[in-house]
T-cell receptor
Framework: NAGVTQTPKFQVLKTGQSMTLQCAQD?????MYWYRQDPGMGLRLIYY???????DKGEVPNGYNVSRLNKREFSLRLESAAPSQTSVYFC?????????????FGPGTRLTVT | QKEVEQNSGPLSVPEGAIASLNCTYS??????FFWYRQYSGKSPELIMS????GDKEDGRFTAQLNKASQYVSLLIRDSQPSDSATYLC??????????FGAGTRLAVHP
């Protein structure tokens, strides 16, 4: 039982390049989330998927797209990377059943855009 | 006004003391409250959940919730150097999302 996994762990991109961050969970959770974390800014929600087949914008969606591929997998795509997207990206999942909204995080992806 | 507010710290406590971390939130409809611990360079780790007013204890950790005052706290008894980390408060308004505070950095010195 690996929990939430993310690939890659590290990535360096040049401005304008594209890439997809992958996330998978093996806890049979309904909801999945993408956050970015910058120094002094805390965790900011980029996009989330409340259930398989749905996606919604979070606080900072500009420059990103997401795909909920199936119940296990939720990917984040940067179409044209910008230096402002240099950050640590975390994926999380949650059962979201009844009153249970605990989120469990993956190990993160450190992205640098030059 | 930020939705979830925490003192950024650092909060410095001696080993063996009680560390007290505080959090206030703005949405009165919030139902669930969480504390996460994040070591430098690592991902947030859930350490406590609390859903009703009062205290909830788990080992050296006690979470306290006061919905009338919109206030959540985390007490760490017998603090150890290994407790040195950033502690994130998270609040669930009536939605699928959590709203995170910016975190309080705790430093426990021998």
């Amino acid at each position: 039982n690996a929990g939430v996994t993310q690939t890659p762990k590290f990535q360096v991109l040049k401005t304008g390049q594209s890439m997809t961050l992958q996330c998978a969970q093996d806890m049979n959770h309904n909801s999945m989330y993408w956050y970015r974390q910058d120094p002094g800014m805390g965790l900011r929600l980029i996009y989330y998927s409340a259930s398989e087949g749905t996606t919604d914008k979070g606080e900072v969606p500009n420059g990103y797209n997401v795909s909920r591929l199936n119940k296990r997998e939720f990917s984040l795509r940067l179409e044209s990377a910008a230096p402002s997207q240099t950050s640590v990206y975390f994926c999380a999942s949650s059962e979201n059943k009844g009153a249970t909204y605990e989120q469990y995080f993956g190990p993160g992806t450190r992205l640098t855009v030059t | 006004q930020k939705e979830v507010e925490q003192n950024s710290g650092p909060l410095s406590v001696p080993e063996g003391a009680i560390a007290s971390l505080n959090c206030t939130y703005s949405d009165r409809g919030s139902q669930s409250f969480f504390w996460y611990r994040q070591y430098s360079g690592k991902s947030p780790e859930l350490i406590m959940s609390i859903y009703s007013n009062g205290d909830k204890e788990d080992g050296r950790f006690t979470a306290q919730l006061n919905k009338a005052s919109q206030y959540v706290s985390l007490l760490i008894r017998d603090s150890q150097p290994s407790d040195s980390a950033t502690y994130l408060c998270a609040v669930n308004p009536p939605s699928y999302k959590l709203i995170f505070g910016a975190g309080t950095r705790l430093a426990v010195h021998p």
